[in-house]
């Protein structure tokens, strides 16, 4: 059974960091994957954060993200990061990890075939 799970939200004040984590397990997340963030509040829908394929290098990112978040991945395949810096009180949702098979990067949630439980990430102004 195909499983990702994050970790590493909480709570913290504007402009402070946080690394998001998202392992998963019941499988390899190989190159022939995508490995996105979205984030939801109540009341909204599923918001794109960023995305990469780390097999052809290509990186997307949320216009209201770019230049303070960064997502990355360690050697083993099976966990990769979102690294937030400079937070604002309007990053204030959860925080949700998902892959999709295949190489192309996009911000459509509904083309990613698996998805963590999501973890909270409150900021205070």
């Known amino acids: 059974q195909v499983q990702l799970a994050e970790s590493g939200g909480g709570l913290v004040q504007a402009g402070d960091s946080l690394r998001l984590s998202c392992v998963a397990s019941?499988?390899?997340?190989?190159?022939?994957?995508?490995m996105g963030w979205f984030h939801q509040v109540p009341g909204k829908e599923r918001e794109f954060v960023a995305a990469s394929n780390w097999g052809t290098g290509t990186t997307l990112y949320a216009d209201s993200v770019k230049g303070r978040f960064t997502i990355s991945r360690d050697n083993t395949e099976n966990t990769n990061y979102l690294t937030m810096n400079s937070l604002k009180p309007e990053d204030t949702a959860v925080y949700y990890c998902a892959a999709r098979r295949g190489v192309g990067v996009n911000n459509v949630a509904d083309t990613y075939n698996y998805w963590g439980q999501g973890t909270q990430v409150t900021v205070s102004s």
């Open positions: 019941g499988r390899t997340f190989s190159s022939a994957y995508t």
